[in-house]
């Protein structure tokens, strides 16, 4: 299927577009788009591990300002600008260099769906934990970082539905957002995060406060008018409401899971450990959502039930039914370890399949030679 997108956000048309059309020229054209889309990701990596070195709990902020060196916030910034700027010119570039291919777009949009939950990951640790005075609740970033993927996977699903991807607004101005907290984070230090600067609020509610809201009243809505629209206009992918709403039974059921292990855990999991959990919950949304991806990319239907969903639901019954009691987290740790072992081989796998099916390299722009 031809790749077909759409961008209506003006800070993108009147502000960023123009900056990556320069940045582009001095891409050289032997340079595979991949390998940029790569390196984009790499550097979100780099920057979470970093990260996470200073501050594992994400207390660090929160109880002695200091404790992540100032180089560490500037170069967050650096590194998701850069990020930021390689997902933004991966596509031109192919175009530029006559290389795209199916290949390319899984490859960015698969990238894209773990990249999303790392971005958020990362941000949590300039605002900190709830310490009783500032932060923002393991909670509540649990429920950010539910807003944010589910964002994600509407875009997608609407692509599913409609075979146009409508770029959400969301998408720059969050990264304009996060260049800009680390930025300010750099310059004056996390006690900026810690002091209320309207009307007793902080800027981290603030940020809360825009982000639900531009999913709920933007975003979503948005979705649901261009199904409407397509729908009035025919031009629909799936014929009955059983197939368009297909793609959207695993998320939700993950979703339902992994919410009762929050909420009902007796050893408080999230608590107890919010890098790990939340980083298993990133992965385990990208792997359902790149089976989404392919399926629209390939026009197959989704399977019901992901595979995941069965290892999830007995750990989250041995856990919430006290079987597992004190090794609730060597567990956690354990699947963690599991679900990104596999995703980074499921991802392994389909690029080989797809560059041997596609006759191409993955980081070449090399053509392979018929065997």
């Known amino acids: ?147 944010v993927l589910f964002n994600f996977m509407c875009s997608h699903w609407e692509k599913y539905n409609t075979g146009v991807l409508f770029l959400p607004w969301g998408y720059d101005i969050s990264q304009v957002v996060l260049i800009a907290a680390y930025l300010l984070t750099g310059a004056v230090g996390v006690e900026v995060w810690q002091k209320p600067f309207l009307f007793g609020y902080y800027i981290t509610d603030a940020l809360v406060i825009l982000l639900i809201g531009f999913s709920l009243f933007l975003s979503f809505p948005q979705t649901l008018y261009n199904i409407h629209r397509a729908h009035l206009k025919k031009t629909l992918k799936n014929d009955s409401l059983y197939e368009g709403l297909l793609p959207l039974v695993s998320p939700l059921l993950l979703f339902i899971l992994l919410t009762v292990w929050v909420v009902l855990s007796p050893g408080n999991i999230l608590a107890r450990q919010p890098r790990l959990f939340l980083w298993m919950v990133g992965v385990a949304f990208s792997n359902v959502i790149c089976k989404v991806i392919i399926c ?60 041997e099916h596609l006759n191409i390299y993955i980081f070449s722009l090399k053509k392979r030679v018929q065997e």
Not at 334 to 348: D, E, I, K, P, S
């Open 1 to 147: 299927s031809q790749y077909s997108a759409v961008d209506t956000n003006p800070l993108s048309v009147y502000i960023m577009q123009p900056i990556w059309n320069e940045i582009i020229k001095i891409v050289p054209l032997w340079i595979a788009p991949n390998l940029l889309t790569f390196s984009g990701f790499v550097m979100i990596l780099v920057n979470y591990f970093l990260i996470s070195f200073y501050d594992w709990d994400y207390t660090a902020s929160g109880t002695s300002p200091g404790l992540v060196p100032t180089w560490v916030w500037l170069f967050s910034a650096f590194t998701t600008f850069c990020a930021y700027a390689l997902d933004s010119i991966d596509g031109k570039h192919a175009r530029r260099t006559q290389s795209s291919t199916p290949l390319g777009e899984l490859f960015d949009h698969g990238l894209d769906s773990w990249a999303t939950s790392i971005f958020v990951l990362s941000f949590f640790s300039v605002c900190s934990r709830d310490n009783g005075k500032t932060g923002v609740s393991v909670y509540t970033m649990y429920i950010y970082l539910s807003i």
């Open 296 to 355: 629209q990319m390939s026009s197959t239907r989704p399977e019901l039930f992901h595979w995941f969903l069965f290892p999830l639901a007995l750990v989250v019954y041995a856990a919430i039914s006290g079987l597992l009691g004190w090794t609730e987290e060597v567990v956690l740790a354990m699947f963690t370890a599991l679900v990104t072992a596999a995703h980074v081989h499921y991802g392994v796998c389909v690029g080989r399949q797809l560059s």
